[in-house]
């Protein structure tokens, strides 16, 4: 893997948040050296980077149905207003990279909204539904309000 797929894979993460490692498969044997740089995104959650369409179908993904396009954000700001595009629901940081991507803002949704979740046994506490927190997250109990909010 070249060392601008690495960084890509990191620059991907750190926009997404994603925080989990993965294992993208790899098949350069040099056969792509010459094809334009488009970079695509695939796998699970799209955490695999590919600098053009021949990388990502010669590591054994169908570009059609397991990527998405992901283009260099050099163009656009990194204001981080995340939008889910598309049939495949593909991730881009911005309506801007999105557009780079290809999409209309008509083809594109904010994801939904992610809670917190705390690691604190509230079993026993009464049932006292509470909702919280800018993406109006709603718990069980206020002590699992609580202890999200701690996490």
């Given at each position: 893997m070249t060392l601008l797929s690495r960084a890509t894979i990191i620059l991907t993460a750190t926009i997404f948040g994603i925080a989990r490692a993965q294992t993208c498969p790899s098949n350069d044997n040099g056969q792509c050296d010459f094809?334009?740089?488009?970079?695509?995104?695939?796998?699970?959650?799209?955490?695999?980077?590919?600098?053009?369409?021949?990388?990502?179908?010669?590591?054994?993904?169908?570009?059609?149905?397991?990527?998405?396009?992901a283009p260099m954000p050099s163009t656009c700001g990194m204001i981080s207003s995340p939008l889910l595009c598309g049939s495949k629901q593909c991730p881009y940081a911005n309506e801007c990279i999105a557009s780079l991507a290809g999409y209309d803002p008509s083809q594109c949704t904010a994801p939904p909204p992610t809670c917190p979740v705390g690691d604190k046994d509230c079993e026993g506490e009464p049932s006292n539904p509470y909702t919280c927190g800018p993406n109006k997250c709603a718990y069980k109990t206020v002590c699992d309000a609580q202890s999200a909010a701690r996490s």
């Open positions: 094809e334009p740089t488009n970079p695509y995104s695939c796998g699970t959650d799209y955490n695999c980077a590919y600098k053009n369409r021949c990388l990502a179908e010669a590591a054994g993904f169908d570009v059609e149905a397991d990527c998405c396009q």
